[in-house]
C-alpha cells in the first residue's frame, strides 16, 4: 500500500472516531433531557436520512472534484453541526447536521480506493479501511461513555479552563478529533483521476442514480453483494441500540458500562475483517454467505443469556461473524460497481440501499420500543429475520449460479 492510502486511513479513522463519540455524547443529552426511550434510535435515524436523500447527488459531487477536497468539506459540515451541540440546539438536530456531513463524505472515502489502488489489492483495502472503521467506532463508542461519566467530568472540570459541565467537555474533545480528520483531508494526494463533466439538472441526476440502481441491482454479482452489505448495516446499526438496552436490562449494567459491550461487539467485527482480508480472495468472496445465518442464531441466543461471562465472548463472536462476511461482500461489491458505472455514483448506490435498510430497522425498532414490546422478544424477531434473510439471499444466489451454467451448456451446444 502508498502512503496516500495511509493518509485516507489516518482521515477516516479520526472522522469515524468522532462521529461514534459524538453519537453517545447525544445519547446521554437525551437521558440528561428525560427523554422516552423510542427517541433514542431516531438519533441514528435522522443522522442516515441524508444519505438516503443526498444519495442522488452526492455521487456525482464526489467525482466533481478531487476526493481529499470532498472530504475536507465534508469534515467542516460536521464541525459545524458538533458545535450547534454547544449552544443548547436538540441533539436529534445538531446530528442530524452531522449526518449531511458524512452522507458527503462516503462515495469520496471509498471511491478514491478504486481509483488509488489495483483490484487485486480492494479486499486487503477494504479489510483495512473497514477494520480501522470498526476499530474507531469501539473506540469511539467506548470513548463517547467515558467522556459523559464522571470520572471524566471531574478531571476536565479539575483543568480549570472555563468548562461548564461534562458535556461541554466531551464536545470540545469530539471537536479537535473532527479537526485532525480536516487535516489529515487536506495531505491526501491527487490521484489524477478525471471523470467526463457531471450532470448539474436535479431531474436528471435522480435519472441517472436510478438507472445506476437498476444496473446494480440486475447484475448477478451485484445483486448479492448489495443484498448483504444492505442486511448487514442495517442489522449492525440497530444491534447498537438493541446491545446498549440489552447491557442495561439484562446484565443490568450502567450506561458507561453498557457502552462498552457495543464496543466489543466492534472489536469481533475488526478481528473477523482482518481474518477475512488475508483468507478471502475476491474470487472466493461468495463463499461467506452463510456465516450470516450463523450471526442471525447467535443474536436469538442473546435472549437467553443473563451472566456476563456468557456475554463477553458471545458478542465478540457475533462481531467476528458480520467483519468476516461483511469485507469480501463489501470488495465485490466496489469491484462489480467500478466495473458497470464510476467509483463515486456505485458507492452513492451502496449507501442509498445500506442507509434505506439502516432507516426502516431503526424505524420498526423504535416502534417496537414505543409498542412497549419485551426486549427479548424484539431479539429472537431481529435474529430470525436476519437468518431467514441471509438463507433467501443463498438461495437466490444458488438459483443465479444454476442459470448461469444453464446458459453457458447452450452457449456450448450451439458451438
Known amino acids: 500500500m502508498n502512503r496516500g492510502f495511509y ?25 440528561t433531557m428525560q427523554s422516552p426511550a423510542w427517541i433514542t434510535p431516531l438519533l441514528k435515524f435522522l443522522f442516515v436520512l441524508f444519505y438516503v436523500l443526498l444519495a442522488a447527488f452526492v455521487g456525482a459531487f464526489a467525482d466533481s472534484l478531487p476526493k481529499g477536497r470532498v472530504m475536507f468539506y465534508a469534515n467542516l459540515v460536521k464541525i459545524f453541526g458538533c458545535a450547534l451541540l454547544f449552544y443548547d440546539v436538540h441533539p436529534l438536530a445538531a446530528y442530524a447536521i452531522v449526518g449531511i456531513g458524512a452522507a458527503i463524505y462516503s462515495p469520496a472515502k471509498y471511491g478514491i480506493l478504486t481509483e488509488l489502488l489495483p483490484p487485486e489489492k480492494l479486499v486487503a483495502a477494504n479489510g483495512w479501511i473497514e477494520g480501522l472503521t470498526i476499530t474507531s467506532i469501539i473506540l469511539g463508542t467506548v470513548m463517547g461513555g467515558i467522556l459523559v461519566g464522571d470520572r471524566a467530568e471531574a478531571i476536565m472540570l ?17 471537536a479537535v478529533l473532527y479537526i485532525a480528520a480536516a487535516l489529515f483531508n487536506l495531505r491526501i494526494p491527487l490521484t489524477g483521476c478525471v471523470y467526463p463533466h457531471q450532470e448539474r439538472n436535479p431531474a436528471r441526476l435522480i ?37 446498549l438496552e440489552w447491557a442495561k436490562q439484562s446484565l443490568h449494567m450502567t450506561y458507561e458500562k453498557a457502552t462498552t459491550m457495543v464496543g466489543l461487539v466492534g472489536l469481533g467485527v475488526t478481528v473477523g475483517a482482518v481474518m477475512s482480508a488475508r483468507m478471502i480472495t475476491l474470487r472466493r468472496s461468495l463463499s ?27 458478542l ?4 467476528v ?4 462476511f461483511v469485507v469480501p461482500m463489501n470488495a465485490l461489491l466496489q469491484h462489480r460497481g467500478h466495473v458497470l458505472m464510476s467509483a463515486g455514483h456505485s458507492i452513492a448506490v451502496q449507501n442509498f440501499n445500506e442507509n434505506l435498510s439502516i432507516l426502516t430497522m431503526l ?14 422478544t424484539i431479539i429472537i424477531l431481529f435474529g430470525l429475520f436476519l437468518a431467514g434473510t441471509m438463507i433467501f439471499i443463498m438461495r437466490l444466489h444458488a438459483a443465479n449460479q444454476r442459470e448461469h451454467d444453464s446458459l453457458a451448456l447452450i452457449g456450448e451446444h450451439k458451438h
Open 7 to 31: 493518509t485516507i486511513m489516518a482521515a477516516q479513522f479520526f472522522s469515524s472516531l468522532a462521529d461514534n463519540a459524538l453519537l453517545f455524547v447525544a445519547i446521554d443529552l437525551l437521558i
Open 158 to 174: 479539575g483543568w480549570h479552563i472555563g468548562i461548564p459541565n461534562a458535556e461541554s467537555g466531551a464536545l470540545m474533545i469530539v
Open 207 to 243: 435519472e441517472d442514480f436510478a438507472n445506476c440502481c437498476s444496473i446494480l441491482w440486475k447484475d448477478k454479482l451485484g445483486q448479492i453483494s448489495l443484498a448483504v452489505t444492505t442486511l448487514f448495516w442495517g442489522t449492525g446499526a440497530t444491534l447498537q441500540f438493541i446491545v
Open 288 to 314: 461467506v454467505i452463510p456465516l450470516g445465518v450463523a450471526m442471525g442464531v447467535m443474536v436469538m441466543a442473546m435472549a437467553f443469556v443473563y451472566s456476563t461471562w456468557i456475554a463477553y465472548p458471545m
Open 316 to 319: 465478540i463472536m457475533i462481531g
Open 321 to 324: 461473524l458480520s467483519g468476516f
Open 363 to 376: 424505524a420498526v425498532y423504535s416502534l417496537m420500543l414505543r409498542l412497549h414490546l419485551d426486549l427479548n
